[in-house]
């Protein structure tokens, strides 16, 4: 019985996994669309129907593309570092299917968290192990920005683990049930939001991949298969921030049409967002985190344990 158990466990996943890439393909073709509008012009309308079938050529062609690297790199970090990224972006959509009795985590905030900060090491090493200038600089510029942005994130999810009073992603769908967290808090949802586009390396954060001063930032060596992997994991993560802001702010039942449409909804503010503002100047973006965001965050933390201990207060 407990292999049977096992083996549903790892079909359920690998159907999960190969949802999720499915998603994404539809999502940059989504994105290409929504900026060709933007843009005055069509975007990709050739392959299949509407342009339906241009991901699957795009993913055929970079896959089926030389393999090349850099003599002077370090191979193996080098290799294997695009790898890890779409392993770890992934391996956190485990947490999410909590009502469909695939797996049930007591502690997935805090595995979130764990995984998020796991990220900054992949994007480090890709652009260290490249050996060349600009990649390098792309990665520094990552890790400070997304270590930045993270502590504003933690402090953010903390204030949430004080309000509902425990780690699980469930407890926001039992203190969702008649009025969304959107109305409670929608400064703290902002704050999340923009947290959220910095973390995901998103314009008008995209410091690491500055195409007009870094030529592609830390992605610089990478091309064929080693680029898809990359790019994959951020979208990857941009849908899964999208279903993690449905799921904190705006209801989080899983079995209701309306929670898919935000996340759709959420998904688009990422792609218009690229569509519409320029690139922030680097120091704005240091000063928004330290200055801005990390008050804000921290004040509602302190908010919410005050809230808590005089709700206690009332029930003694």
């Given at each position: 019985m407990f292999y049977m158990d096992m083996i549903f466990s790892l079909i359920c996943i690998l159907l999960l996994m190969v949802c999720v890439l499915i998603g994404v393909a539809f999502l940059t073709l989504l994105e290409r669309k929504i900026l060709g509008y933007i843009q005055l012009r069509k975007g990709p309308n050739k392959v299949g129907y509407m342009g339906i079938l241009q991901p699957f050529s795009d993913a055929i062609k970079l896959f089926t593309k030389e393999q090349t690297f850099p003599l002077l790199s370090n191979y193996i970090m080098y290799y294997y570092s695009p790898v890890m990224s779409l392993f770890l972006s992934l391996l956190m959509w485990i947490m999410m299917p909590y009502l469909m009795g695939l797996f049930m985590f007591n502690l997935g905030m805090l595995m979130f968290l764990c995984l998020t900060s796991m990220g900054v090491y992949t994007v480090m090493?890709?652009?260290?192990?490249?050996?060349?200038?600009?990649?390098?600089?792309?990665?520094?510029?990552?890790?400070?920005?997304?270590?930045?942005?993270?502590?504003?994130?933690?402090?953010?999810?903390?204030?949430?683990?004080?309000?509902?009073?425990?780690?699980?992603?469930?407890?926001?769908?039992?203190?969702?049930?008649?009025?969304?967290?959107?109305?409670?808090?929608?400064?703290?949802?902002?704050?999340?939001?923009?947290?959220?586009?910095?973390?995901?390396?998103r314009t008008p954060f995209d410091f690491a991949e500055g195409e007009s001063e870094l030529v592609s930032?830390?992605?610089?060596?990478?091309?064929?298969?080693?680029?898809?992997?990359?790019?994959?994991?951020?979208?990857?993560?941009?849908?899964?921030?999208?279903?993690?802001?449905?799921?904190?702010?705006?209801?989080?039942?899983?079995?209701?049409?309306?929670?898919?449409?935000?996340?759709?909804?959420?998904?688009?503010?990422?792609?218009?967002?690229?569509?519409?503002?320029?690139?922030?100047?680097?120091?704005?973006?240091?000063?928004?985190?330290?200055?801005?965001?990390?008050?804000?965050?921290?004040?509602?933390?302190?908010l919410f344990l005050g809230l808590k201990v005089f709700m206690y207060s009332l029930l003694i």
């Open positions: 090493i890709a652009g260290w192990s490249s050996n060349s200038m600009y990649s390098m600089l792309g990665g520094m510029r990552a890790v400070a920005q997304t270590i930045s942005y993270e502590v504003s994130l933690a402090l953010i999810f903390m204030s949430f683990m004080v309000l509902v009073g425990g780690f699980s992603l469930m407890d926001f769908y039992f203190y969702q049930e008649y009025l969304w967290m959107l109305f409670l808090c929608f400064p703290l949802a902002f704050v999340w939001f923009v947290s959220s586009l910095a973390e995901t390396n930032g830390f992605n610089v060596e990478y091309s064929s298969g080693g680029f898809a992997l990359i790019f994959l994991s951020e979208y990857s993560s941009i849908l899964f921030m999208s279903v993690l802001f449905s799921i904190m702010f705006l209801g989080s039942n899983l079995f209701s049409f309306l929670f898919y449409l935000s996340v759709v909804y959420i998904s688009f503010l990422f792609l218009w967002v690229r569509g519409t503002l320029p690139r922030f100047r680097y120091d704005k973006l240091m000063y928004l985190a330290w200055s801005g965001f990390l008050p804000v965050a921290l004040n509602y933390i302190f």
